[in-house]
């Protein structure tokens, strides 16, 4: 039988009922847990699928299987490093966060964790992504630490800047480039132009998630690409992702994949077409299941390349 919520321990809105947080977590955990997001995984896998690409691509390119260890690493840091980043976006934004109904119970704004505790938490994080980033070679690591840029300034991009979503790309596509880099100690254009891609996928998808924000964000000052678009935001977000696939169809083609490898891209793009074809304006909870079904878009794109280096690295 799942507790019911203390006042110091209540669900956020945009997390899925009966997440896993919510029904087994000890109750004191919980606003930590949902510090990083750990109630709604989206956020991880959308930091990770970009470093499984890059990884697909490099084994592509070099005619080897991909490696399921880096996989696993890769796997470890998203997880840890998106709860990082969430985490100081969080104390970042407690007071935004307040202002906009969506986020108004989160963990800071609600006052069920204090900001020292959640800084502890933040540089508990932040070590085990580190732990993580110093298994790989010397390259990877330095590429790893640059990635703490974009990461730092996006919180604040939002209000000054009428599309953050790019910074946040910027943020969340770095495994385009870390993945390739693990594997060759080097980055060369499939890298580039899959982080190009996953930049412009996520501006897409952000997009379709700052929708359930438009009616708040105004009121809170808070900037977003969804206000910028406005009632063109299908469209915006159509050439973002079509732009996506030509980029990521670059990126295959430059590190000699193969048709298995295009038949994921095709997959991909048809997936994001579904989405844009599902937009609505003024149906912020589709919004939501939008945005969240980007997990299985990118998941497409990245078992398609995997699939065809395994095919590849058997010839």
């Known amino acids: 039988m799942t507790a019911a919520p203390q006042p110091f321990d209540q669900p956020v809105a945009d997390a ?12 004191a955990s919980r606003p930590y847990l949902r510090l990083a997001r750990m109630d709604r995984p989206i956020g991880w896998w959308l930091l990770l699928l970009p470093c499984w690409w890059s990884l697909a691509l490099a084994a592509i390119a070099t005619g080897t299987v991909p490696n399921l260890w880096y996989a696993l690493l890769f796997f470890i840091g998203a997880v840890a490093m998106r709860g990082a980043g969430s985490t100081y976006n969080d104390i970042v934004d407690r007071d935004l966060d307040g202002m906009v109904a969506r986020t108004r119970m989160r963990p800071l704004p609600s006052g069920q964790v204090k900001v020292a505790g959640a800084a502890a938490f933040l540089v508990l994080q932040a070590l085990v992504g580190l732990a993580v980033l110093l298994q790989f070679n010397d390259f990877a690591i ?11 300034i996006y919180p604040f991009m939002k209000r000054f800047m009428s599309m953050p979503q790019l910074v946040l790309g910027l943020a969340f596509a770095w495994g385009g480039l870390i993945g390739w880099a693990v594997v060759t100690e080097t980055l060369a254009a ?11 996928w996520t501006i ?36 973002c992702y079509a732009v996506a696939v030509v980029l990521v169809g670059l990126a295959a083609h430059m590190a000699g994949g193969g048709l298995l490898a295009f038949v994921a891209v095709g ?49």
């Open 267 to 315: 997959a991909f793009a048809l997936h994001l077409a579904w989405q844009v074809r599902s937009i609505e304006l003024d149906t912020p909870q589709k919004a939501l299941r939008l945005f969240k079904s980007n997990r299985d878009a990118g998941l497409i794109l990245a078992l398609g390349l995997a699939a065809d280096a395994l095919l590849r690295a058997s010839f």
């Open 204 to 239: 897409g998808y952000d997009t379709i998630y700052a929708l359930q924000d438009i009616e708040d964000d105004p009121i809170a000052g808070i900037k977003s690409s969804a206000r910028l678009f406005g009632s063109e935001a299908a469209t915006g977000v159509a050439v």
């Open 16 to 27: 899925a009922a009966g997440n896993w947080v919510d029904r087994y977590a000890p109750p």
């Open 190 to 200: 499939p890298a580039y132009l899959a982080y190009a891609a996953a930049i412009f």
């Open 142 to 152: 330095l590429v790893g630490f640059l990635s703490l840029v974009p990461v730092a």
